[in-house]
């Protein structure tokens, strides 16, 4: 199952970025319906705004129409909205707020006007440039009205359009000077663009419904709106949709296999299960996870559970693994929302409590192997094992689906402040006693490419080692001391 | 897990009317946020309507404060609205409208002041003789501002109350001249009292946190505000709590045992799986649900799953009956909320598919076992067994933890009209060719008590034999063809 | 032009309780339309709450379908809304609370169902005996869901038509009970009543457009729906609409003339100055209070207006009485509305200003008259006397259309506690210097039964002479000590 | 009284597009709350979205805290929000859309980052070489993320920045470039400025209130917070204020006197009444406009009436001149807002009924004088005209207190296009016979000087003389036919 739902029950857990769909439909112009459940299905990737833009490829050159609204897909667009916005060709997007504050200005797409008409724009994912790009181009006397990344990125498309041939070409030139993670989606009066980073930090995919395209992050979106699986976008690659030929690839920015870093986060937490990624599925890889955790941290117990819904699918390789039962020992309420009041501090009631409770029959007077995916800030956890122990569970068993979170993530994952971290400065055996646990193991870190069957993966977040440099200065204004944090890293490294 | 959270994705499931929550705390005057807290626990018993009534015992009598709306419990109360609300005893209601149409007017509780000051009222389950009741107090002068039974038994209490001492001895009155089923909880300015039918046809159960009574319909409320708990409220029993006596109990109204009738369909469907209905876990009956399926519908296969959230726990119980692996095979969108735009028919997104997902690594290649906790319509299942096929399952085996619907409800559950409900007129064999399924197998009818360790249970819409009689005419203005329906009753027995 | 408006910059000021408008169209069934109009043109007589019930005659007996809500008319209701109210009778209110607090509880119209089916019933006015009539009812079982005076009314309907062969016998014989004002619509299945007390407190009119008969409260929504005037309903009559017989009189509860005593504010102040009431141009009864002020209370001047919009009528009567030019000094801000954010005390905007400004051209140099229909506490008056002075004015004099107010009313107007009203122990020289004014003058008492052509008046308010004796128990829980009152009463008076 | 108050009743006027508002308190960092007041008192001059701006020169650089929303100032608004944004500077804009669509993304104030930081802009006016200006820059690569005028300038000054020594000095470059009109309110990290363009065709003028400054689009939001007046800024004048120096003006975009050109329209119909524009008052203009009226067409008669609100002055005017009495003829419903539902065409109420009622006392058996500011189409004064006769007046003759519209504007007034314009090939006779008068006269044009004592003002929508060429080209993508339109009007001179 999907952990991003975590989030409504947990403030303790990692946030994705965003997610981008895009379609281009040879033969409708109804694509923002398509898009509306796109975006629904990539929901998990994105919760605090959401936006579409479509425009009609037969109409007059450049008239896009768009909405953007604060909160989830379903509360921000109304049929009435959707019938108004006629278009064969547009993109989407769900955003949770990295870079950029948390503002409607911020949402995405991206809708501008430029010397050849309007593009429309979805971006998912971190520069580590875009405040060095960005005060380049103050100093052409540019103006900003956002504080996203997308918009650098959509200047210097308009800048190489003046020198490119094409749109595609402007696209591709601009890439060459982003650093950092992108996967994009562009919409231009006439043809659909997608571009992947060259160390392919985040997923983008092709699919295929009749005479309509789809770019988009994950391969859950194209089920659910009854597409198919094309292909990914490789790392590196520009590819770009017309109705005259189709699907055409330039692979210029590509860069030797090694080099490429996938976020090893999408296939242990933020992807949706049933999505599959550089050939890779997302369930599988937790499965594995979860075999691994069973290989290299045994222990006798009487029950394997996971923590809903993140932990389920790594509970589910553990008892694979280990023949220990498998078992359901949580329900979670379904109605936690946005809206959703939090206890109060003083309050009898714990927000924990509140959005879970424990199935006494299921654990009483049993040894319990809980499976999570992670621990950030280990606030939930102690709680969650001593709701265990209160229903009867005899010992509890803590197993992590994921290495140790130790550093900062510059591409696109909101990981709070390293002094926040539970494993920061402390040893798992510290760990475990805070959280209460009779033990605790963590995925050893060298299991983390055998998850992807040795794709090459990004494990700067538990180990400080980035495919690039970090940047140090942030587009959001506050500047990284780089000299004291390479200390810490060197300092802290085992 | 609880399946009535199906509701958000299955129009074709069936609906509970309402859930209660009382409370009365000696030391505290916040009882407005554990009220809240508890019915966002008992959600998933009635989505439309909302309310919450609170009284301060120690302020002028009959000072009732209270606040209703339509939605869920998120999102009709906000932090201002719960805060202006002060008190130390009052009573909270979720409703899904079946007596009674869906309207603001008809939200619960119900606050009226009558000869004594101020009652709030809050009621679960249908009343079989509503309409004559109502009648009678229609001709001598009475006048009826909704369409809920609620207001036919305050009614009743306030008239009781002129000839009774208390006014619990008035609510016991009151209840004698009702039929069908009712689970009751009335603040009066000083006391919290309970009232159960003598059928106790839906749950009502006592707990306590310090100085703090509940009554409430479920467990998982108590267990959710941090409350313990400390017995059901018994079949035909009056229960009234005051700061002097604590609990005093009346039983006056108990039947036989044998003329007991609990609606089975709380444990197989409605209730949360973590609460405990008369002694009995909601979750251990469903894992007995599932292992009397593989004892008496077994087949070989390579995966039993469970469709989510109703049909896992049956899944588990077959699993660990019949030594058939268990899996997750789906993925649920987590996102599906009251303001979801449901795809049109022309669409080629299916509302199903938008909700759904199937994880083909889990389904591929093998002989599935898909438990579901019952069909309605049926309209979902042939879409859902179609997944599984496309996603590379080689046979889908149906098994069902309950019997097949045949007869309405007249005590409190939605069921739709006979010729909507697959099981109408059909044999087994054909409901499974309409769904597609390679076998199917529904829960035998003589599993139902074993269940619930042979609690008496009303199982009239599997049998069409009620523990009373049916009524002629419905509260709401539809009446019911008597003649014609019992002639299809007898005609219809096997 | 309406002092209603008033309230909108002027927290002190009067408010009037309720508007009422029933429709019966014998040849459509589109009244809610006509009735959202009516209530729209009735807006300044309660602006905190409306609502609209209608029903079929056509259609099944019973069926009335209602929706009210706190605000505006134009707040409350959409096209979707009244859309879906198809009815070819139905009644209307707008409602300021007097009497129950300012719930949607407490919104009108009541829909009731009783023995004889619906009934919709919408009323304006106090009744001084409702406490008495409720405590009645509640002894012999009768439940209160309100707390408005209507709620009381309707039980003794319902009681009374147990008895009466028709539904306005019902009405007739209810009304002989309940003491105090009260104009009142009443929509049956099949029939519009109308009833008016023997006093006359308040305004009730008959109109006609086409085959629709409308009762309502003034005549300025019959012009706006472009129905035609057809007569007054008289004090202490009963009347019945129906399509077989047209307007059908009761004339049962008549007293002798000068027992009646209308409300003279309505004239002065609350009703829109385009109705006429009981035959009389509530426009031309406010030019006469300014003639009378002209020749009462003369003053060498250059200009004289009227504050917005209330004191403008009165303004042009006096200019014309005395020969003094008329002028506008004063531009309001037409934008402020209810949810106008109030600057705060400390503020350098203050709540006048902000609302009201001075036509500096008009004012400079010279001697300003000017006219308000009112001094409630004062707290405006001193300010645009001020803003005058500011703008140049060399001498301000105040003149009021009306006696000032020393005493509370009971039937329907709500005037702040005696303690707060200016002129309450204080002589019109002392006011006049709170006021800053050069000079003060209010309208003298004697002159107010001439405002209307002799028509007998209540003027309670500003002697505490009152037609009939006022409560010693209100409705809404406070108790009036009559005896302290009274002795304030008799020492007060001059 | 105002007249854009009309708009709410009243489909058949003009609107203006914008109104401004900058405030730099050197004491205090609430200046929020003052720009909210002061929005407020310029609501009339657009009602489609507001925003506000403000930033505090204390803190970190280029914090520019900025919200907006569709709707008006009092909607859009809430205490809450106000409250949040704290600042010492800080600008605010409302708007009604005539070049630019309506949408979220164009409300102003446009907020910005550039080289120098952060910029917040408002502006009042249109451009006529937007288009141009924004080709030029689209072929330097720019992005434009809006429709609006506001986005080029901002463009513009980023650009000069580079260059120029202050940010000042910077808007005065970059308002060299463009041509229309233009007023502009400037919120720097540091700085307050102001510019106009060299024709003046907008007003803006600066307040002072204690050390604050203000700069706005009219007097009244000085009165209604408080400030006094200072100055008028000149045409072609950019004005700085800081804490050090005060106001600094730099006059050097200046053009001979006669080349000036003030939208008279201000002065008749946009401005509030209590406002003044370059000295001259906006009231006394009206006034003298009436009484022009009675020198130029005279006519017995018994009563001289406006109609509501924009007619009032005049009329007044019209009266003194004359010696026929003035009085109220209409009562205006002042609920009409927004949200208000527009009667359909096959109702029986029409829009104008239900928004204004003759006071028949007023005008039975008179012979009218009906003062209205302007024609547009025509719609509404045949109705007005009617309603009139139906109150019973015997004679209605019509004074419009401007010439006939003619001619569409290119600087900011939103005129219908010439077909529909009731002036447009229709002579004054044909026009009266169609609007149903007894008489009708319009302002001649050679007043029109005279209404301001000769300053130099645009007639352009009157006569079709520009002081500029009108573009070729819209911003908006409507192509205008310069040659059709420019043989039109020479055809068409007299």
């Known amino acids: 199952m999907n952990e991003l739902y975590n989030n409504l029950y947990d403030e303790d857990a990692l946030h994705e970025e965003c997610g981008v769909f895009g379609i281009y439909d040879f033969d409708a112009n109804d694509v923002a319906s398509s898009i509306y459940y796109g975006l629904f299905a990539l929901q998990h990737r994105g919760q605090e705004s959401c936006g579409i833009a479509v425009s009609d490829t037969q109409g007059p050159k450049g008239n896009m129409l768009s909405y953007k609204g604060m909160g989830l897909v379903n509360e921000v667009f109304t049929t009435e909205q959707l ?9 989407g997007h769900v955003r949770y707020s990295t870079a950029g504050s948390s503002t409607r200005e911020n949402a995405q797409p991206l809708v501008l006007n430029y010397v050849k008409g309007t593009l429309a724009l979805a971006h998912n994912g971190n520069l580590i440039n875009a405040a060095e790009l960005r005060h380049d181009l103050e100093y052409t006397g540019a103006i900003f009205q956002t504080t996203i990344d997308s918009e650098v990125i959509a200047y210097h498309i308009a800048r190489e359009r003046l020198n490119s041939k094409t749109v595609e070409e402007a696209v591709g030139r601009a890439c060459r000077k982003l650093k950092g993670a992108y996967s994009l989606v562009v919409a231009s009066p006439r043809k659909l663009i997608g571009a992947r980073d060259p160390q392919g930090f985040k997923p983008l995919c092709i699919g295929k419904r009749d005479n309509a395209y789809i770019i988009t992050s994950e391969t859950c979106a194209l089920d659910t709106i009854g597409a198919t699986f094309v292909r990914d976008i490789k790392p590196g690659e520009v590819v770009t949709i017309t109705p005259e030929n189709g699907i055409v690839s330039n692979l210029d920015m590509t860069v030797p296999k090694e080099q490429e870093a996938r976020c090893i986060f ?15 599925s997302v369930y599988a890889s937790r499965i594995k996870a979860g075999r691994f955790l069973a290989q290299d941290s045994p222990v006798e117990a009487d029950l394997v559970t996971g923590v809903p819904e993140s932990g389920n699918a790594a509970a589910l390789g553990y008892s694979l693994e280990s023949g220990i039962p498998y078992g359901t020992a949580f329900v979670k309420n379904a109605y936690v929302g946005r ?5 109060k501090q ?10 879970l409770n424990v199935l006494k029959e299921a654990v009483q007077g049993k040894r319990v192997i809980m499976i999570d995916d ?6 939930t956890s102690d709680r969650i094992v001593k709701m265990l122990r209160d229903a009867g569970a005899t010992e ?9 979170f130790l550093w900062p993530c510059y ?10 971290l539970i494993a920061y400065n402390r040893s798992i055996e ?14 050893e870190l060298e299991r983390l490419p055998q998850l992807v069957n040795g794709l090459p993966i990004c494990n700067g977040c538990f180990t400080g080692n980035y495919p690039m440099d970090p940047p140090t200065e942030d587009i959001r204004g506050d500047y990284y001391d780089k000299e004291a944090d390479l200390e810490k890293r060197i300092l802290s490294r085992p």
């Open 83 to 91: 019938e108004k916005m006629h278009g064969d060709i547009g993109v």
């Open 266 to 280: 999408e296939y242990i937490y933020f992807a949706r299960p049933d999505s599959h990624i550089d050939g890779e």
């Open 339 to 343: 809206t959703f009041i939090k206890p």
């Open 346 to 355: 003083s309050a009898r009631e714990s927000s924990v409590q509140v959005k």
């Open 374 to 379: 992670s621990i950030v800030r280990g606030t």
């Open 396 to 404: 509890v068993h803590v197993r992590i689906s994921s290495p140790p």
């Open 411 to 420: 591409f696109g994952t909101d990981i709070p402040a390293r002094e926040q």
């Open 430 to 443: 510290d760990i475990r006693q805070i959280i209460g646990a009779d033990s605790l193991g963590y995925l």
